[in-house]
């Protein structure tokens, strides 16, 4: 149980809660039965944590943010479900997380080193990676994926089981219901991609020829022409190639065979 010097008098804990000792909570805030919270988190003002939720270490939660109430999902009859945040997560206000269903893993993940700014909603079965940023109020539905370092930008909505791939970026407002490649740039409604994330690869340390051969994947999947098939074989013809690359070349060529409802093109 956290200390309780570190914990507001008006905060209410269940006694069943499992706070490290160095969990700060704020004022009025509501932590149920079955939440575990790890070391140097801080629970924010009138926050209210349920469920079965588990949260890492050195995450900053800020006031008002519903983390671990059940899904908004009709078929949801009270099955065992959780969510799951890693650690040095930082939540903005007003963010509501919810917990996961059986029609899939059963969780939300949310892993590490997240920048998630206020009105954001992750809803359930949402696989969220590391190093993310998501502007206010993007919008999750169930079951999304987002690789890691994926940013979305504000009012950003994404449609259910769509997957949006590592180092992906999204403009304002952006309406994605479309699968979105790894290193692709998009905007809009309808979505549209309009280049690749040149300048957010360099900041990541990518080498130039990792640039090189990224620049070559979204020429050949959006600017000559070519079927989606004939894309991959040309994509596979990278790797040897440009061998420096071909751990990019192999993630994007996962991503478009695992692709369920089709890449945005």
């Known amino acids: 149980m956290a200390s309780e010097s570190l914990i507001h008098p008006t905060a ?3 006694g069943n809660a499992q706070l490290d000792s160095s ?3 704020g004022p009025y805030a509501v932590i149920g039965p079955k939440v575990r919270i790890g070391a140097n988190t801080s629970i924010g003002a009138h926050c209210v944590i349920t469920g079965d939720t588990r949260i890492g270490c050195d995450n900053q939660i800020f006031q008002f943010a519903s983390l671990g109430a059940q899904p908004q999902d009709k078929k949801y009859a009270g099955e065992p479900t959780r969510l799951e945040i890693g650690d040095r997560n930082t939540v903005r206000e007003f963010c509501t997380f919810n917990t996961g269903t059986v ?3 059963g969780v939300t993940r949310i892993g590490s080193d997240n920048w998630i700014m206020a009105y954001v909603h992750i809803a359930h079965d949402c696989i969220v990676g590391d190093s993310t940023i998501l ?3 993007a919008t999750l539905a169930g079951h999304v994926h987002l690789g890691d370092w994926v940013i979305l930008g504000g009012l950003t909505g994404v ?3 769509t997957h949006v791939g590592a180092h992906a970026m999204a403009g ?3 309406h994605i219901s479309q699968d979105v490649p790894p290193f692709m740039m998009v905007d809009g409604n309808p979505l549209a991609v309009r280049g690749f994330n040149a300048e957010g690869l360099r900041r990541r340390g990518f080498s130039a020829q990792r640039v090189a051969a990224i620049k070559q ?3 050949l999947l959006y600017r000559q022409g070519l ?4 894309a991959k074989d040309e994509i596979l013809a990278l790797r040897a190639e440009m061998p420096d690359a071909a751990a990019d070349v192999d993630s994007m060529l996962d991503f478009l065979r695992h692709s369920t409802r089709g890449i945005v093109r």
């Open 217 to 219: 994947m979204h020429r």
């Open 135 to 137: 502007a206010n109020n």
């Open 23 to 25: 969990v700060r909570v």
């Open 12 to 14: 209410l804990i269940d």
């Open 227 to 230: 079927t989606l098939e004939a």
């Open 172 to 174: 304002f407002a952006s």
């Open 103 to 105: 029609q899939d893993a």
């Open 159 to 161: 449609h259910q089981f």
